[in-house]
């Protein structure tokens, strides 16, 4: 019995050390970022590692308004706004017909969004851009948001299914039988009853749109519509030349906190939901 005891408290100290030195491995830069934000150029180069000598937002100032970090953040946030809610409106209904709705092709639907999960999208960016292109399209924020949200829609979909899976079929047919009709059971019952999936389908969303790159600078070529990560990308081109580094790591503050905020504050709906769907799933 005591060997076991000394071998468990041996196996619990490893680990917990394992996972205390992984925890500084993640936190820590995040620590150095924020400080680097509110230190000077010259603080930079010969202090790196030390505390600014004084917490002032001169950089998020600069990163704000000279370098319209202030316009890209809200082309980011309406972008990400309308991509999650154009997904949710069209991934609900889906999910809920194949899960529900029985006509002969419901397994084969499912598998079908399934396998266009495996597909990588990079194979469809060079067709897309001439589609949009010729169609007038480009520069246009609500098209970006289109596609974003359509590129979601198998995931979303199959994590939602999943959940469909756990709600009772009982509860709709007492809805029916009451005189709710099809759209009144999705919408007022069904779409309720899947809020944790909801919840974790919205957030994985928001974190894939909200530092997307690649679409937004194919599609969004105007400097007045550029998203966060593009205009992230000119200011790291520009701090080499102009030493602006403080107000680039002020940038990445701006971009980053709002995305790890809303993770934190959503985390307990999202492990939940991840759980709960795979259990159900």
Request: hydrophobic share 55%; net charge positive.
């Amino acid at each position: 019995r005591m060997r076991m005891k000394i071998r468990r408290w041996l196996v619990t100290g490893i680990i917990r050390t394992i996972l205390l030195l992984w925890s500084v491995m993640v936190i820590y830069p995040l620590v150095w970022m924020f400080l680097s934000a509110f230190k000077t150029t010259t603080e930079l180069y010969t202090t790196p590692w030390a505390l600014p000598s004084a917490y002032l937002p001169d950089n998020f100032i600069i990163a704000w308004d000279r370098y319209n970090l202030g316009r890209s953040f809200f082309n980011t946030l309406y972008i990400t706004a309308l991509a999650c809610a154009v997904n949710l409106f069209l991934s609900i209904p889906t999910a809920y017909a194949i899960a529900r709705i029985r006509f002969g092709l419901n397994q084969k639907l499912l598998n079908l969004y399934l396998a266009a999960m495996m597909i990588p999208s990079v194979l469809g960016w060079i067709p897309l851009y001439f589609l949009i292109s010729r169609l007038g399209l480009l520069n246009q924020m609500w098209v970006v948001a289109i596609i974003y949200a359509a590129q979601k829609i198998p995931f979303s979909v199959y994590i939602l299914y999943s959940f469909l899976g756990g709600i009772p079929r009982e509860l709709e047919e007492s809805a029916s039988i009451d005189g709710m009709s099809q759209y009144g059971i999705l919408f007022r019952l069904i779409t309720p009853l899947l809020r944790s999936g909801v919840i974790t389908v919205t957030v994985i969303n928001i974190i894939a749109f909200w530092g997307e790159y690649f679409l937004s600078m194919l599609f969004l070529q105007e400097p007045s519509h550029q998203t966060l990560a593009v205009a992230l990308d000119l200011m790291n081109r520009n701090a080499t030349f102009q030493n602006a580094w403080g107000a680039l790591f002020a940038g990445i503050v701006i971009t980053t906190v709002p995305v790890m905020l809303i993770y934190a504050l959503l985390q307990k709906h999202i492990v939940k939901g991840i759980v709960d769907g795979a259990l159900k799933g």
